[in-house]
């Protein structure tokens, strides 16, 4: 069955410095490949989409790959802050039908 | 411009009682899912509707769990006989059409807990 793996350590970092959060599946040949913000008490928060023909999406401080060959994302906040404390989901999908990891959580400490 | 709307927001059920957690998607948005997180899980897809259709259901439980979006209204997930391994968030995600690369825009979810 498909299998999708987070960073299992929660991540703690100082304020402007680079967080990167790992995203790994098996068994599973995605499309598409989603990250989400979701805060305590919230849903989810649509960041960014890469597709498998994409090797790199950027928005702002976010950067995400997609190695297809690796079965794995890779997703960036650069110059991180305080507010970007939160946890980080990768989503991957074929269709409508998403597929969650369990979820990274970032601390950044000012 | 308001999101997707859920509620309750929390709802505590004895077991065997129903629960009814309500949604309303976005303006415009005429596509519906549903997701459920278990703690320290990822949210699982349940059920998949337009209006006053099921479109994939494949996640939903065959027993006790059921769904619907009708013509008029929010979309409805019914949960007959709560069981406490049922205690969970559910959210609701909207999309203005079915397309594979189309965001999804979930709601802040409602959390179920069973005694």
């Known amino acids: 069955s498909q299998k999708i793996e987070q960073n299992s350590e929660a991540l703690n970092i100082q304020e402007g410095k680079t967080a990167t959060l790992t995203c790994n599946y098996t068994n599973y040949s995605p499309a598409y490949l989603q990250w989400y913000r979701q805060d305590p008490g919230r849903g989810p928060v649509f960041l960014l989409l890469i597709r498998e023909n994409e090797k790199e999406k950027r928005k702002e401080r976010l950067k995400v790959t997609f190695d297809t060959t690796l079965k794995q994302s890779l997703f960036h906040i650069t110059a991180s802050q305080p507010a970007d404390s939160a946890t980080y989901l990768c989503a991957l999908s074929n269709d409508y039908k998403l597929s969650f990891g369990a979820g990274t959580t970032v601390t950044v400490r000012a | ?115």
Request: net charge positive; proline share 7%.
């Open chain 2, 1 to 115: 411009n308001a999101g997707v709307m859920q509620n309750p927001r929390h709802l505590v059920r004895r077991r065997g009682q129903e629960a009814r957690l309500r949604c309303s998607p976005m303006k415009g948005h005429s596509h519906v899912y549903w997701y459920r997180q278990l703690p320290e899980e990822g949210l699982k897809f349940m059920v998949y509707l337009q209006k006053e259709n099921i479109i994939d259901e494949s996640g939903m439980p065959k027993e006790r769990f059921s769904a619907e979006f009708p013509k008029e209204g929010p979309s409805i997930l019914r949960i007959q006989q709560v069981v406490r391994g049922d205690s969970a968030a559910y959210f609701c995600a909207s999309s203005p059409r079915q397309g594979e690369s189309d965001t999804q825009y979930f709601g802040p979810g409602t959390r179920l807990t069973v005694l």
